[in-house]
């Protein structure tokens, strides 16, 4: 009998791997809004070099996504976490090593990108891993809850690790957070050590751009979901101190509760009732929180922004993704998976730069505006998108 055909059992199994990724996530979410303070307040770049420290993760991100896919189908999800893990490991190294007070400012940032670099293979590799290793164990049915139960690691380790990231910062500076970072994935990767694997499939071959001509419209939606949330993730933290407001550090918290407590309640809703209008409902969410911190007349308007752009984002990418993973065949669904992450890894990786050089020209408050604007985009391309299920079409029409 297989853990497919034992659902308590395989819940339980993908469970467990929720918690190495939580982990794992806690080095990307800790970093990401201490690296731009660090490199603002600590090393006295600008806004502009603050935000590429943050984006230049998600560039290579994107540009690993197709090999870690590949991998995930060839070698299986367990090896290629592990993989992932390790590649975290020594990106927490080499970024500890970049604050190392003999480096000029120059060099300290640039040993720091080459740190961010890795760190963005890193995440793809586990990422995508994981998710073919708990799609596997789950079965492609339920692949709406297992994309749910992975955003709930990932996000929930936003929630703990935003606070916790720029406390160990103030307490220990920056070498000291990174340390930490470089431990997390360690233990890990000792976590999944004896969890069991699940063989890859075996079938024909595509290319990675011919699954992308299948998958574009949903990962394109998820791209635009994504700009909100790393404009929120980079610059929330300065928005607010920029205001002089209090609470600075309580924007991941909102966000990051408000998204593992709809993945709680509605992660199940993507393969219930299909994708789409679970994706319209929640851009819908996102935009309207998006506009609320652009707009915030005081830090607690802001927060519910934040709040409400969890909310929002939370059920984007396994809505999305359950679409995607039911267009392809079982022994390219790594690949798949790993083409659509690439497009919110897009968002992330270009939303930095861009919203720092915003910032510099017209204040922090104009990168919520674009947020709620993009995510209003992806909106109405979901809406537009004709590919759907004819299931799911009849469903709406009910």
């Given at each position: 009998m297989t853990d497919t055909d034992r659902p308590d059992l395989a819940y339980r199994r993908v469970l467990a791997l929720t918690g190495p990724l939580f982990l794992s996530y806690l080095t990307v979410a800790m970093s990401l809004p201490a690296v731009p303070v660090h490199v603002v307040q600590g090393l006295g770049f600008d806004n502009t070099y603050g935000g590429l420290a943050v984006g230049i993760a998600f560039l290579s991100t994107i540009l690993t996504r197709g090999r870690a896919g590949a991998w995930a189908d060839r070698l299986g999800g367990k090896q290629c976490m592990q993989r992932g893990l390790v590649i975290y490991a020594a990106a927490g190294v080499i970024c500890?090593?970049?604050?190392?007070?003999?480096?000029?400012?120059?060099?300290?940032?640039?040993?720091?990108?080459?740190?961010?670099?890795?760190?963005?293979?890193?995440?793809?590799?586990?990422?995508?891993?994981?998710?073919?290793?708990?799609?596997?164990?789950?079965?492609?049915?339920?692949?709406?809850?297992?994309?749910?139960?992975?955003?709930?690691?990932?996000?929930?380790?936003?929630?703990?690790?935003?606070?916790?990231?720029?406390?160990?910062?103030?307490?220990?500076?920056?070498?000291?957070?990174?340390?930490?970072?470089?431990?997390?994935?360690?233990?890990?990767?000792?976590?999944?050590?004896?969890?069991?694997?699940?063989?890859?499939?075996?079938?024909?071959?595509?290319s990675f751009w011919t699954i992308i001509g299948q998958i574009w419209r949903p990962g394109l939606a998820v791209g635009l979901q994504g700009v909100g949330f790393a404009a929120l993730g980079a610059f929330f933290s300065l928005y607010v101190l920029s205001k002089g407001w209090a609470h600075a550090s309580l924007g991941l918290t909102f966000f990051g509760t408000g998204f593992v407590a709809m993945r709680l309640l509605c992660g199940h809703l993507p393969d219930r009732i299909g994708g789409r209008p679970v994706a319209i409902a929640s851009l819908c969410v996102e935009a309207c929180g998006q506009y609320l911190i652009w707009l915030a007349p005081g830090p607690y308007a802001a927060l519910a922004g934040a709040l409400l752009?969890?909310?929002?984002?939370?059920?984007?990418?396994?809505?999305?993704?359950?679409?995607?993973?039911?267009?392809?065949?079982?022994?390219?669904?790594?690949?798949?998976?790993?083409?659509?992450?690439?497009?919110?890894?897009?968002?992330?990786?270009?939303?930095?730069?861009?919203?720092g050089a915003l910032a510099d020209r017209t204040g922090y408050a104009s990168i919520f505006l674009i947020g709620g604007l993009a995510a209003t985009m992806g909106l109405l391309l979901v809406l537009s998108d004709r590919q759907a299920p004819k299931g799911l079409e009849a469903q709406l029409g009910k």
């Amino acid at each position: 009998m297989t853990d497919t055909d034992r659902p308590d059992l395989a819940y339980r199994r993908v469970l467990a791997l929720t918690g190495p990724l939580f982990l794992s996530y806690l080095t990307v979410a800790m970093s990401l809004p201490a690296v731009p303070v660090h490199v603002v307040q600590g090393l006295g770049f600008d806004n502009t070099y603050g935000g590429l420290a943050v984006g230049i993760a998600f560039l290579s991100t994107i540009l690993t996504r197709g090999r870690a896919g590949a991998w995930a189908d060839r070698l299986g999800g367990k090896q290629c976490m592990q993989r992932g893990l390790v590649i975290y490991a020594a990106a927490g190294v080499i970024c500890l090593a970049a604050s190392w007070t003999g480096f000029s400012t120059t060099a300290s940032y640039a040993v720091l990108i080459a740190g961010r670099l890795l760190l963005g293979v890193g995440e793809s590799v586990a990422m995508v891993g994981m998710i073919g290793w708990a799609i596997g164990v789950m079965g492609q049915a339920r692949s709406g809850l297992v994309i749910s139960l992975v955003g709930m690691g990932m996000y929930g380790a936003f929630a703990a690790g935003g606070p916790l990231g720029l406390a160990l910062l103030d307490r220990f500076g920056f070498g000291g957070l990174m340390l930490v970072c470089s431990l997390l994935p360690i233990a890990g990767l000792l976590a999944i050590h004896r969890l069991p694997a699940v063989g890859p499939h075996v079938g024909q071959r595509q290319s990675f751009w011919t699954i992308i001509g299948q998958i574009w419209r949903p990962g394109l939606a998820v791209g635009l979901q994504g700009v909100g949330f790393a404009a929120l993730g980079a610059f929330f933290s300065l928005y607010v101190l920029s205001k002089g407001w209090a609470h600075a550090s309580l924007g991941l918290t909102f966000f990051g509760t408000g998204f593992v407590a709809m993945r709680l309640l509605c992660g199940h809703l993507p393969d219930r009732i299909g994708g789409r209008p679970v994706a319209i409902a929640s851009l819908c969410v996102e935009a309207c929180g998006q506009y609320l911190i652009w707009l915030a007349p005081g830090p607690y308007a802001a927060l519910a922004g934040a709040l409400l752009t969890g909310i929002g984002c939370s059920m984007v990418f396994p809505a999305m993704g359950s679409e995607v993973v039911k267009r392809v065949q079982p022994h390219m669904r790594g690949t798949a998976v790993g083409g659509f992450a690439a497009f919110q890894d897009l968002a992330y990786g270009a939303t930095g730069p861009l919203a720092g050089a915003l910032a510099d020209r017209t204040g922090y408050a104009s990168i919520f505006l674009i947020g709620g604007l993009a995510a209003t985009m992806g909106l109405l391309l979901v809406l537009s998108d004709r590919q759907a299920p004819k299931g799911l079409e009849a469903q709406l029409g009910k």
